[in-house]
């Protein structure tokens, strides 16, 4: 059976700030608290981020599933560990003066494992909204996010 979990963060930053740090493999490193970059391994059918390319973003291997900038972002993961048949989908909303972020995953969890996962998918996301949010908000030159041609 599907499970579901979702966090939001608020930012003052704009959702086309937020969105290029979504889609842009690189900027992970800079914000998501990773132990190692996030890196683009394959480009998307239209656009080097877009639908199609496939980032390695540790631990995962992703794939890009949806893409509608500034609003919505989605992946998939191809490999990685648990769970199974994880789609992630982030939406940015305005929101008073700034941007809702919306994580959102469905995945498939094993056999008496859905619980734990749900809570620890819930925290990862909760710190990754949570991270995307501050750092939009300062991002510095040098940021892969910023560099032209970004997504």
């Known amino acids: ?15 086309e700030v937020i969105f290029k740090h979504l889609a842009v493999a690189e900027a992970w490193g ?9 890196k683009r391994e394959s480009a998307g059918d239209d656009r080097p981020n877009g ?15 949806a893409w509608d900038p500034p ?4 992946y998939i993961v191809l490999t990685g560990p648990p769970p199974r048949r994880l789609r992630v989908d982030v939406t940015l909303e305005p929101h008073h003066s700034g941007t809702l972020i919306r994580w959102h995953g469905t995945f ?28 939009a908000e300062r991002c510095e ?9 970004a997504i």
Do not use: N
């Not at 800079?30 to 996030?38: A, D, M, Q, V, Y």
């Not at 498939?108 to 750092?135: E, I, N, W």
């Not at 030159?141 to 041609?149: I, N, Q, S």
């Open 1 to 15: 059976m599907p499970q579901e979990i979702e966090a939001t963060a608020t930012s003052r930053a704009t959702a």
């Open 30 to 38: 800079e914000w998501g608290g990773l132990w190692t970059r996030g």
């Open 51 to 65: 639908i199609g390319a496939v980032r390695r973003v540790p631990p995962w291997r992703e794939e890009v599933v």
């Open 71 to 74: 609003k919505h972002y989605g």
């Open 108 to 135: 498939d969890a094993f056999p008496g494992t859905g619980r734990v996962m749900r809570a620890l998918l819930h925290r990862r996301f909760g710190s990754y909204a949570r991270r995307a949010a501050r750092h």
């Open 141 to 149: 030159p040098g940021c892969p996010a910023r560099l032209p041609g």
